[in-house]
């Protein structure tokens, strides 16, 4: 099990407002942050992130959403660091997510949904490389 996980602060929130209290959370829960940076990502390379979900109906929006702002990339350090993320983020569906959780305190819709999660280990390691180099994960 590795103790890292990728996560992305999307447009919405960045947005609405939410950055400082969604980075304050993540601090404040005990992750440790490995690599921050502010960015925005282009169609192309927001189409390459999300990559696996090329043929799910909602791909063409997913893309148009992930390029249309600016958003936080971070590595974050903790014990189980991927599953015990994706609990704190909560279900994809705000309106399906748990009390407390940072999708159902700041998520706009299904779509917009203020973080993403990494889902595996490995693709922890492969989205925290899709943004940062080598030098930059100390
Ligand atoms: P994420 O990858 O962003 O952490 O979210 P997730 O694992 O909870 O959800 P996933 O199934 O990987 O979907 C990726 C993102 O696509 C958008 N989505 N839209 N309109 C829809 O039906 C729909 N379904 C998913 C969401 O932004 C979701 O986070
Ligand atoms: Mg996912």
Do not use: Q
């Given at each position: 099990m590795s103790n890292?996980?990728?996560?992305?602060?999307?447009?919405?929130?960045?947005?609405?407002?939410?950055?400082?209290?969604?980075?304050?959370?993540?601090?404040?829960?005990?992750?440790?942050?490995?690599?921050?940076?502010?960015?925005?990502l282009s169609a192309e390379k927001a189409g390459e992130f999300y990559a696996v979900h090329k043929e799910r109906p909602f791909y063409g929006e997913l893309v148009e959403f992930m390029s249309s702002g600016p958003i936080y990339a971070a590595i974050l350090e903790k014990d189980n660091a991927v599953a015990s993320f994706r609990e704190l983020i909560g279900a994809t569906n705000p309106a399906q997510a748990a009390e407390g959780t940072i999708r159902k305190l700041y998520a706009t819709s299904l779509g917009e949904n203020a973080v993403h999660g990494s889902d595996s280990d490995e693709n922890a390691k492969i989205e925290g490389s899709f943004f940062f180099s080598g030098l930059e994960q100390f």
């Open positions: 890292r996980t990728f996560t992305m602060i999307k447009p919405d929130a960045f947005k609405n407002g939410h950055s400082g209290a969604i980075i304050d959370r993540f601090i404040k829960e005990g992750y440790r942050i490995v690599a921050l940076k502010l960015t925005k």
